[in-house]
């Protein structure tokens, strides 16, 4: 009867080990970091909660990858040229002289003496809310909206008939409407009055105080009425199309953030790692992670982990027809560091912030994890037997 019982026991012991057994060898029991090589591989044949696109780097890739910084702020607001006067408006302070070509004219100076000309200047005032200045004998002049050049031309055909020959000179004494802002983490968060000369995103930040963080670590936004755009510091520092001129009215915002990259798998150290310089490359964002582990790594399968533009994507061959309106695609780029040209390839990717890599395990780390569970489940029923025959 004991013996019975104890086959009884044996059996069903037997069926559990089978039934592991099979999970492991599915591959869905074993314990892992991240991803298995194959099931990158044929995630992109299947449907995924995540569709992506799997790329192999090799040397062309990775010269297509090299970076070459980017034109936002031109591409959005295309103004490279700064307005070609600055107008005047509602509040500035304006100041007016008249001259005339011959003494004894409509305008008289308080000292006028013995001279073959006249000028005198008008107590300075400012642009009321309706636009407009008070000149005597022309009346209101509309100022808002105009340069000083439209202005005196107004003066002069409306004195015509009154004064000799007469000339005005108009000025702005000080200006209260044509303004920026420069906001954020800056120095000196003011609001600027444009310079009439034309100013650059740099000019208003070096107004500012400059930024307050490095600047690889500096993004500058733009906002002028609906339209925004951002670019890294350095990218606008480093190209006229970035250092876009300013308009009236327009927001600079600067902020400044950790440029990071996250590391997983069979590295020497997984977590968060800063950049902290302007740009690394792959080979050095391997080595910040402290490489790849000698007992574990699978020096073939490298992957990075990165949401990649439209264009791109496409200039690595990507068919972006298929992703619809997205504004990125995601991409898993797969190196192989058993080739011996694969650190070159490495040492020419850039990294990104937000990247994620990861490194797979090789496959004799998985089958000792199996025959690490086939020894547990082999002991489980041992003791199982000694515990049904000690019944």
């Known amino acids: 009867m004991r013996e019975r019982n104890n086959s009884f026991v044996t059996m069903c012991l037997a069926l559990g080990l089978g039934s592991s057994l099979l999970t492991a060898c599915s591959g869905s029991g074993l314990p892992q970091s991240g991803p298995s090589t194959s099931s990158i591989v044929e995630g992109t044949n299947k449907p995924t909660s995540v569709p992506y696109e799997l790329v192999k780097l090799d040397g062309d890739v990775a010269a297509k990858l090299h970076y070459k910084g980017t034109n936002s702020l031109g591409q959005t607001f295309g103004m490279h040229r700064p307005a070609a006067s600055i107008q005047f408006g509602v509040g500035d302070l304006v100041g007016v002289t008249i001259f005339e070509s011959a003494g004894g004219g409509l305008f008289l100076p308080a000292e006028s003496g013995n001279r073959s000309g006249n000028f005198v200047q008008i107590p300075d005032q400012t642009i009321d809310k309706n636009g407009n200045i008070t000149v005597p004998y022309a009346g209101a002049i509309k100022a ?59 000019d208003s930040l070096a107004r500012a105080g400059g930024p307050k963080a490095r600047g690889f670590e500096t993004t500058v936004t733009v906002q002028r009425g609906e339209k925004r755009g951002t670019a890294n510091l350095l990218d606008v520092v480093n190209s006229d199309d970035n250092n876009i001129f300013l308009q009236p009215g327009d ?121 690490s569970l086939v020894f547990n489940a082999t002991n489980v029923v041992r003791n199982g037997r000694l515990t049904a025959n000690g019944l």
Do not use: C, H
């Open 144 to 202: 808002a909206g105009r340069s000083a050049a439209d202005i005196q031309r107004s003066i002069q055909s409306k004195l015509a008939n009154r004064a000799i020959e007469p000339q005005a000179v108009v000025t702005m004494k000080e200006q209260r409407s044509a303004f920026i802002s420069v906001l954020g983490e800056v120095n000196n968060p003011a609001r600027l009055a444009l310079s009439g000369g034309g100013e650059r995103i740099a």
């Open 251 to 371: 927001t600079v915002y600067v902020k400044s953030e950790a440029r990071t990259f996250l590391a997983f798998g069979a590295t020497g150290e997984s977590g968060q790692f800063d950049f902290l310089k302007e740009r690394i490359t792959l080979a050095e964002g391997i080595g910040k992670a402290r490489g790849l582990l000698d007992d574990r790594a699978e020096p073939s399968s490298v992957f990075l982990y990165r949401l990649e533009t439209r264009d791109r994507a496409k200039s690595i061959g990507i068919d972006i027809s298929k992703w619809g309106d997205s504004d990125t695609i995601p991409i898993i780029y797969s190196l192989n560091l058993r080739d011996p040209s694969g650190f070159f390839v490495a040492g020419l990717v850039p990294m990104q912030p937000g990247d994620i890599l990861y490194i797979d395990n090789a496959a004799s780390v998985n089958f000792n994890k199996f025959l």
